[in-house]
């Protein structure tokens, strides 16, 4: 990627010091280590389960800065800049303010609106307090178990979150909340599905934006956004988990459906080709 635009100033790092105790526990097995974003794996959702956690007495452990950290930093301060300078435009035309996230980086664990959360948990979006929280060891860690590597990669899932962010905005979150409470499991997995995908499909439309504006984009970039996207479809993750699938656990989407989604955005620019609740592909 091509980036040495503005940095966001929505970062908040919290990785001077580290938050010891109990915690979420999610258990699962991958590779001999336990993945435990996997809330693909088991078909969890991780704001269910950060809601009514507790964070336990903090135990600060100091944890050495180094410059690895300065560089993750920048990387992902200058991705959110790109994902403000998208939506922010987008949100003008619609004739509405793009109101920005906050970015939290963290190690190990940390506090979030949505509970005490664990880095195992992969990077989420919280809608009660608009932060994405992402420890970028873990991520990073995941990235090469998955084999979804390279910059975009991690780009696309800071994009994915921020995708998130955009549907809290424009209301679909809160819709879908609504909406979940009055389902069964299977039908409330089913939406959950509909509303990763459309994160998926609005992180195509930021990376063609910005690539549009900016010429963010290299040879090679958009074939790490694809594979980082199979990489962590529902039944990818569950044939390697569990050993086979279970399609009424989905809350994520198939590999197919997440790559196909994200082209859509990535191939259309537009935010009205996202609507995954029209469109059962």
Do not use: K
Request: charged letters at 25%; aromatic letters at 6%; a neutral charge.
């Amino acid at each position: 990627m091509r980036l040495g635009g503005r940095e966001s100033g929505n970062v908040e790092d919290r990785r001077g010091s580290r938050v010891g105790g109990r915690g979420i526990a999610i258990g699962g097995g991958f590779g001999g280590i336990a993945i435990l974003l996997i809330a693909l794996l088991f078909g969890i959702d991780p704001n269910e389960l950060l809601q009514g956690t507790q964070a336990p007495p903090p135990q600060a452990q100091q944890r050495q800065m180094t410059a690895q950290d300065d560089a993750g930093r920048r990387f992902v301060a200058q991705v959110l800049g790109e994902t403000e300078e998208v939506w922010r435009a987008e949100f003008a035309r619609r004739g509405a303010r793009y109101e920005e996230p906050t970015l939290v980086l963290f190690s190990g664990a940390t506090q979030s609106g949505c509970g005490f959360a664990q880095a195992q948990v992969g990077p989420f979006y919280c809608p009660a307090d608009r932060r994405i929280y992402i420890d970028l060891d873990f991520m990073a860690d995941l990235q090469r178990r998955l084999r979804a590597g390279g910059d975009f990669a991690a780009a696309y899932i800071i994009a994915h979150e921020v995708g998130h962010h955009v549907q809290n905005l424009t209301g679909v979150l809160g819709r879908v909340e609504q909406a979940r409470r009055s389902q069964g499991e299977a039908a409330g997995n089913a939406v959950s599905v509909r509303v990763e995908l459309q994160a998926d499909c609005l992180a195509g439309v930021w990376a063609r934006r910005a690539h549009e504006a900016r010429n963010i984009l290299e040879t090679g970039d958009v074939e790490e956004g694809i594979n980082a996207a199979a990489a962590v479809g529902d039944d990818r993750l569950q044939r390697a988990g569990r050993g086979h699938v279970a399609p009424e656990s989905f809350t994520h989407g198939t590999s197919a459906q997440r790559v196909g989604w994200f082209r859509r955005g990535l191939e259309s620019g537009r935010m009205e080709a996202c609507d995954t609740f029209a469109d059962a592909r």
